[in-house]
């Protein structure tokens, strides 16, 4: 098939940045939408441009680098899948495609495609974490967790950490991210000691890094490709407002 | 090359403890002085720097992602053995132990795989300390399953994403240092060169990947925890960053390669498509718990898999070898699945194809627990191939996927650099030959928590220097150096993309270093390489500036040093005249057509040490010694 693609190119965070037409010519139906731009980007070095930044790594949908915009949807339009697991069976020939970064205050664009997310990391270093010095760890059955609190910490610890809820978002807010971790932690008995220091430390480090306030939207929901439920932000809610007033009592 | 192994003395099981009180220490007071550089945030480097950075060094952490963890640990799917026996089913260190020299063939080190199994239980208990949500049963106790290669069920998992559940612990532990301002992070770096001074190795030259800067990094000792090199292949199971150009820069500066032929070629993945391939799926091994993987019994059989009734179906693994059946280790399901494939079993349309098949599970457990235990990987299978493996079989094929190989390291991690430390995939560690499947977890863990951040104290204690100036000679040569390749990569504007000699080199590669390998295959690819290394010099383009993130100057930097190490791996596989493990010569083999070891000639690590840009590799050796494990022909019939 042949495909028409609009593609976000911006040479670097000063630039404005514009949308550049590309034709995508004989694309098979089996390639992934990333295996798609390579060939693009092939034909473009072979005619001494420069190709399309895009980051990706993984191409199995689990280290979370890959995210794009595609026709409007971070992560294009399958449900629950990253971009780099879109495939192109997806589309017809003649289908226009657009392509953006993801556009957020929070994730300043670095080139075309390429956006800089470390503001993720720095609310992870907020307080994302359980303090557990290496070696100081009690036998690994000594505390039994229910079954139920586990699995329910590891749909919350599957977030991998891409942006799409943020990208998804119309405020550009990291509520999802954020309270998947929050979460993940503090269902655990293990979490328990830090709960309250975590749930305030991870949503002040939020605030300071330019994301949005949440109002339920819930678009970051549809577009999480890990399916990670707002659920979790009504958790956060719930343990930021008694960490809180138990911070002021 | 001197090649102390500095096993310590004494019985297996006292080793480790009594080479822990040997050790000099560093006073808790002056650690803080001393500056550790650790390359890789996966698994080894992320524990490892958290770790060091919690017994009180000074730790800068470099990356090139954009987050630690991004590291490629992350898509480790199966699980971590650990010697738990918490299934009460005969396990125990020491079968650990015995299970993994044995599945290595006999090419690895009895005394640091005893270690290893010793801590396999220490990382459990502080992978759940900081929250990582492993599988647990309705009791709230831990879970278990059993993978390729054991008899027992020790493998602890996190639904298929056990890799990704084990990083984001370590790198949770990093990111609390990392807030503390005990460890500087420094990520969009990739290392292009070590610094030594005085033949010790005292920094790296890195090159920030957004603003093109080139810049020296000094410190007391350097840690690479930067992977393995399946990439060489072009198609593997890494992720497309995974490359050798640390540990191979590292290598040309005078540390040993060791064993760079020993690969793992993954028996489950998911079969090349077409010629736009970017990489290969790996489906966890865990799947063959519970599928059956056959081919039809009549070759060209074109009928769907639904259509072909039991008696037209050969369980070729369950045939061959009825103890293990389908759980035999990944070398050995690897290679008859290439069999059945060369004698014209194969299928799908490219005919390399075997069928995994869940249909006889599915019936006994139910849809909903083949779910629950492999859904995700279903969905992944269905998304990539469009076909719904709880309606059909699976079909599979092996890939490239970890290497055995690397930077040599003796009993401290340390390579032949004094100073400088090679944790996890990167060093040719305690799998020898042949990994067995929930190991490699183990072993990035075990160095990055456990090893390294003691036995780095015992060098820093008897060798840490004098700061070394920015401007130091050394500092400023090996800085000068990385420029003027990064120029020369930038000048170079033929008509041969850079993804294109990769491609070549991959093939090549796969073709004669592959799964099967015959002295001519290898003589070939010995002759191709350097000409397809002169032509990339020669003939390749690389669009775009220095000063700017360069997806293109990035990839051929890496490719050029794969250009490299193709060609040693080669090399080492020729010299080695026998079959173990992942390393099979045609010419090496039982006439059931098993793996022949050659016990005599090989029970070494060959260790190859760099001589320049037109001088061959020299070879060295460290003899192997079983003391233990008496070495046998495998059998898992």
């Known amino acids: 098939m042949n495909l028409t693609l609009h593609v976000w190119r911006q040479a ?62 971070p992560h294009g339009p ?83 950490g891409c942006g799409a809820c943020v990208a998804a978002c119309p405020n550009a807010s990291a509520m999802l991210f954020t309270s998947a971790k929050v979460a993940h932690l503090n269902l655990l008995p293990q979490g328990r000691p830090e709960k309250a220091m975590r749930v305030i430390d991870m949503v002040l480090q939020m605030e300071a890094e330019n994301f949005g306030s949440c109002t339920n939207h819930g678009a970051c929901e549809t577009a999480c490709p890990k399916d990670i439920s707002v659920d979790f932000i009504a958790l956060l809610n719930r343990d930021y407002l008694s960490a809180a007033v138990g911070r002021s009592g | 090359m001197k090649l102390d192994s500095r096993i310590p003395s004494g019985p297996i099981a006292q080793k480790w403890d009594q080479h822990k009180f040997e050790m000099k220490l560093v006073n808790p007071a002056n650690k803080r002085k001393h500056h550790v550089i650790v390359v890789g945030s996966g698994l080894a480097g992320a524990s490892a720097a958290a770790t060091l950075a919690e017994l009180g060094y000074a730790v800068t952490c470099f990356t090139y992602h954009d987050s630690p963890r991004r590291a490629h640990s992350i898509a480790a799917q199966g699980g971590i053995n650990a010697a738990k026996n918490y299934q009460g089913d005969g396990d125990s260190i020491y079968r650990l132990f015995y299970d993994t020299v044995k599945g290595g063939d006999f090419r690895s080190r009895e005394a640091n795989v005893y270690r290893l199994a010793q801590l396999s239980v220490n990382i459990i208990d502080q992978a759940v300390a900081q929250g990582v949500p492993f599988a647990r049963e309705y009791g709230g106790m831990l879970a278990n399953r059993s993978f390729g290669g054991a008899q027992v069920s020790r493998t602890f998992y996190a639904r298929g994403q056990t890799g990704q559940q084990l990083l984001l612990g370590a790198y949770q532990a990093l990111m609390k240092q990392v807030g503390s301002g005990a460890v500087r992070l420094r990520p969009m770096k990739e290392m292009h060169d070590l610094i ?70 993954h028996p489950t993945c998911i079969p090349v498509s077409g010629e736009y391939q970017s990489k290969l799926t790996l489906m966890s091994e865990s799947l063959r718990n519970d599928g059956r993987i056959w081919v039809p019994r009549n070759a060209g059989d074109g009928r769907a898999p639904n259509e072909i009734s039991a008696a037209d179906r050969d369980y070729y693994l369950e045939r061959m070898y009825p103890s293990f059946g389908n759980l035999v280790p990944r070398d050995l399901a690897s290679r008859r699945a290439k069999d059945m494939c060369d004698d014209g079993y194969g299928v799908g349309s490219s005919g390399r194809g075997v069928y995994l098949d869940f249909a006889d599970a599915i019936e006994r457990l139910g849809e909903e627990a083949i779910r629950e235990r492999y859904g995700n990987l279903f969905e992944m299978y269905e998304r990539i191939t469009g076909e719904n493996p709880y309606g059909q079989p699976m079909r599979i094929y092996p890939a490239p996927h970890y290497t055995m190989g690397g930077l040599w390291v003796d009993y401290n991690l340390m390579s032949t650099i004094p100073g400088l430390h090679v944790i996890g995939e990167a060093n040719f560690s305690d799998h020898g030959a042949n990994r067995l499947g929930a190991s490699a977890l183990m072993q990035g863990l075990a160095d990055g928590y456990f090893i390294l951040p003691y036995t780095i104290g015992d060098y820093i204690a008897r060798h840490a220097g004098d700061p070394i100036a920015p401007d130091h000679p050394d500092v400023a040569g090996t800085v000068e150096g990385v420029k003027s390749r990064t120029a020369r990569l930038l000048a170079m504007d033929g008509n041969r993309t850079v993804e294109s000699v990769h491609r070549e080199l991959g093939r090549l590669m796969w073709d004669n270093c592959g799964m099967a390998r015959t002295a001519t295959g290898l003589r070939t690819a010995l002759e191709r390489i350097p000409t397809l290394r002169e032509e990339f010099w020669e003939d390749a383009k690389v669009v775009g500036g220095g000063g700017t993130l360069n997806q293109v100057l990035e990839r051929a930097a890496r490719v050029a040093d794969f250009l490299e190490l193709g060609e040693l791996m080669c090399r080492d596989a020729l010299a080695r005249e026998e079959s173990c493990g992942g390393h099979f010569r045609e010419e090496h083999q039982t006439p059931e057509g098993e793996a022949k070891r050659n016990d005599d000639g ?36």
Not at chain 1, 22 to 51: I, K, Q, T
Not at chain 1, 91 to 108: M, S, T, V
Not at chain 2, 201 to 208: F, H, L, M, S, Y
């Open chain 1, 78 to 160: 399958w449900k629950r899948t990253t971009v780099c697991q879109l495939h192109m069976r997806e589309y017809r020939d003649g289908d226009d495609i657009w392509i953006e970064p993801w556009r957020a205050a929070g994730f300043p664009v670095i080139r075309d495609l390429v956006v800089d997310r470390t503001s993720l990391d720095r609310i992870v270093a907020a307080g994302g974490f359980i303090s557990a010095r290496t070696g100081s760890a009690p036998d690994a059955n000594a505390i039994p967790v229910p079954k139920a609190h586990a699995e329910r910490a590891m749909d919350a610890a599957s977030c991998i």
């Open chain 2, 196 to 265: 030594l001074v005085d033949g010790h190795a005292r920094g790296i030259v890195t090159r920030d990947l957004i603003s093109g800067e080139i810049e020296s990094w000094t410190a007391d000792a350097v840690v690479l925890g930067t992977g393995g090199y399946s990439n060489v292949f072009y198609l593997s199971t890494n992720a497309m960053k995974c490359n050798v150009t640390a540990a191979w820069r590292a290598h040309k500066r005078g540390a040993g390669f060791a064993n760079p032929c020993f690969t793992q070629i």
């Open chain 1, 12 to 73: 670097s965070p000063d630039d404005r940045g514009r949308f550049v037409t590309y034709e995508a010519l004989d694309v098979e139906a089996h390639m992934s939408f990333l295996e798609m731009l390579d060939v693009v980007n092939e034909g473009l070095e072979e005619r001494g441009e420069e190709p399309i930044a895009f980051d990706h790594d993984c191409r199995e949908g689990i280290c979370g680098t890959c995210g794009m915009v595609v026709n409007g949807r």
């Open chain 2, 602 to 637: 090989f029970s070494h690590a060959s260790v190859w040490g760099y001589t320049g840009e037109d001088s061959a590799p020299v070879e060295h050796r460290e003899p192997l010694e079983f003391e233990y494990v008496t070495p046998s022909q495998r059998s898992y019939k």
